[in-house]
């Protein structure tokens, strides 16, 4: 197989991988805790894949902790992650200072699709309203730090191409172009691996230990303007909570807030989802 029809092929199969992916996490979505997903022959009819890139992106979703494997009965729907909430205080830290590291994107994909289920249901959208989803390579002085998907829905941004979001800073571009102004968003971190695409972008193995950051952005209006999943290498990434405590022992949390914090021990970088 030559080098040309190689790339084809791997297009093709991460493009069938993606397919599943969402096709599943619309499932999740839609089904209770505890349910069963269907058989993987009912999967496979439906989807129209084999049987091994089907169990590839189950597998994934497993690892993820959405899906639970039970011997001799199936595949169900995991019981919900305990969420730890990190306290802002007077309100979140947008940035902080002593950045270290010049933070670049690369745009690896812009498509209009459909929002389906799942995306529809952070966006506030109906499953057949058209978003943007873009998938960024986020780099420090050139090298990859994170995977990160924007779907944003596609009247709030006309015109916008993906070659504005390696030139621009994406708040910036909603506020400058398009006089949206974000105030608000819900963020949740969680650990993950990287699946194979995201590795492979990453420069990382497969399966590599990592940070999941899932994102939904309000503006002035409380309308949703983004919903972001980025997915931050394990063994480059980490989480800093600055807390103001209690005097007199009692060690009582009056406020705080977090940032995240980059290459290096003790950098902390300006935040990078405002890039």
Not at 88 to 111: L, M, Q, Y
Not at 135 to 159: F, I, W
Request: glycine share 8%; net charge negative.
């Amino acid at each position: 197989m030559t080098d040309e029809a190689a790339d084809r092929e791997s297009s093709r199969t991460s493009a069938k991988r993606n397919r599943i992916r969402d096709h599943l996490l619309d499932l999740v979505e839609t089904l209770a805790n505890g349910d069963a997903i269907p058989s993987e022959r009912r999967l496979c009819t439906d989807l129209d894949v084999s049987r091994p890139t089907l169990r590839a992106v189950v597998d994934d979703l497993v690892r993820d902790g959405l899906l639970v494997r039970r011997q001799g009965q199936g595949v169900f729907v995991a019981q919900p992650k305990i969420a730890q909430t990190l306290t802002p205080g007077e309100g979140p830290v947008p940035r902080t200072a002593g950045a270290a590291g010049t933070w670049t994107s690369r745009t690896v994909d812009f498509a209009r699709i459909s929002a389906g289920a799942r995306v529809g249901r952070r966006l506030r959208l109906a499953p057949a309203s058209p978003v943007l989803r873009i998938t960024r390579l986020r780099l420090v002085d050139g090298q990859p730090m994170s995977v990160e998907t924007l779907y944003v829905p596609e009247s709030a941004v006309p015109g916008l191409t993906a070659r504005d979001l390696e030139e621009n800073s994406f708040y910036d571009l909603l506020e400058r172009r398009y006089g949206i102004g974000v105030t608000e968003a819900v963020q949740t971190i969680e650990p993950t691996v990287t699946d194979e695409q995201e590795a492979e972008l990453l420069d990382v193995p497969a399966h590599f230990p990592a940070l999941l950051f899932e994102r939904v952005t309000e503006d002035e209006r409380g309308t949703v303007v983004e919903f972001t999943r980025s997915v931050y290498r394990g063994d480059r990434y980490r989480i800093v909570s600055r807390l103001s405590l209690a005097g007199g022992g009692q060690g009582r949390v009056l406020s705080g807030g977090w940032a995240t914090a980059g290459p290096g021990p003790d950098a902390l970088p300006a935040d990078p989802f405002l890039s």
